[in-house]
């Protein structure tokens, strides 16, 4: 659906909704494979809309994507938050944002994509539009347990398959007998089987449960334009789903169940829910798991945030501190 231009402080046109544009309108509005020239400013502002100055700004204009006909901008917003971005391009904005304080948030934008956008008399049209890049200023990250998701580098295995067994998030083992967890935040089940090639055909199925009254989770995008993509808080409020099932079935050749958790997803989950007398709830931990989560040949593959202080729903993660492992580090907050 197209969206209608509006004017901000920067005194220019700005950015509507991407969206799926023919190659036809494409061709129409002359953007199909077409070099331009650009004029497009970006403004930086925080998570509350308050413009940032001093934004150190790595983008650029393309010819063909290839780096060797690349022009680099690279400066600093002014006051107002803004920096322009000109030079002759395809239609390609890619753009690297860093702040003190801040999350960097990046991306890569095709001009043609957005309905608003046309190319007239040797411009991308309109000529100045604005683009808002939004930094999330760091504002209170607490030390958790955290498992790195590594796709399928560091899977969990399972001690036994097909049965449910309770998983402690703060100690990131399975409960006895089968391993030093005390607390069962979540029953995982594993399921596997493998057909010919084994690469390609196989039957995995990865199931969540949770069984305090309270217990459970609820499912949102990651935000992959920021180094910081998820929410800060969890929503105490939510409705959170106590179960679920992750599974694809290609075991014979053809697809016929494809339910995976995408790698574009997240988690946000509350266990060692507690209640009074009246059954009301009166304490919780809160966590974050990204994804992907599937299971696979070595077993089940995910990563997740526990944070460990009562009835604190912060998912900002301090990424200098891991409680789970002092050694790993690299991961995202």
């Known amino acids: 659906m197209k969206r209608a231009l509006i ?8 950015f509507g909704v991407a969206a799926q544009v023919s190659m036809k309108e494409k061709k129409e509005r002359g953007t199909y494979n077409t070099v331009a020239k650009m004029k497009v400013v970006l403004r930086c502002v925080d998570q509350d809309g308050l413009v940032l100055p001093d934004v150190t700004v790595s983008t650029g204009v393309t010819l063909d994507g290839n780096p060797e ?10 006051k107002d938050g803004c920096l322009v971005v000109e030079g002759k391009g395809n239609g390609d904005l890619g753009y690297l944002c860093e702040k003190r304080g ?3 948030t990046w991306e890569v934008k095709d001009l043609s994509n957005f309905p608003e956008v046309y190319v007239s008399k040797g411009r991308w049209q309109p000529y100045g539009m604005t683009n808002t890049v939004i930094l999330k200023r760091k504002v209170n990250p607490v030390a958790m ?9 560091n899977p969990l295995v399972p001690p036994v398959k097909d049965e449910s067994i309770g998983f402690d998030l703060q100690k990131g083992d399975w409960v006895a007998p089968h391993g030093k967890g005390d607390n069962t935040d979540v029953f995982f089940k594993y399921e596997y089987e493998a057909g010919v090639p084994l690469v390609l055909n196989y039957r995995g199925i990865v199931s969540l449960v949770f ?12 935000d992959k334009s920021s180094a910081f993509q998820s929410v800060y808080q969890a929503d105490t ?8 099932e992750f599974a694809y079935d290609r075991l014979a050749g053809d697809i016929k169940k494809d339910t995976r958790f995408s790698e574009a997803d997240y988690l946000v989950i509350r266990t060692r829910s507690k209640t009074d007398e009246k059954g009301n709830l009166v304490s919780a931990h809160y966590s974050k798991m990204y994804g992907p989560i599937a299971a696979g040949k070595g077993g089940i593959y995910f990563g997740y945030y526990f944070n460990p202080n009562e009835n604190d729903p912060n998912l900002e993660a301090d990424t200098s501190r891991n409680l789970l492992n002092p050694g790993k580090l690299d991961f995202v907050p």
């Open 7 to 14: 004017v901000v402080a920067c005194g220019m046109a700005v």
């Open 69 to 78: 006909t690349t022009t680099q901008i690279n400066g600093k917003t002014d």
């Open 102 to 104: 801040y999350y960097d």
């Open 145 to 153: 347990y955290v498992r790195p998701n590594r796709g399928g580098l």
């Open 211 to 222: 069984t305090n009254k309270y217990d459970g989770a609820y499912v949102l995008k990651k």
């Open 237 to 244: 409020n939510a409705v959170y789903i106590s179960d679920f």
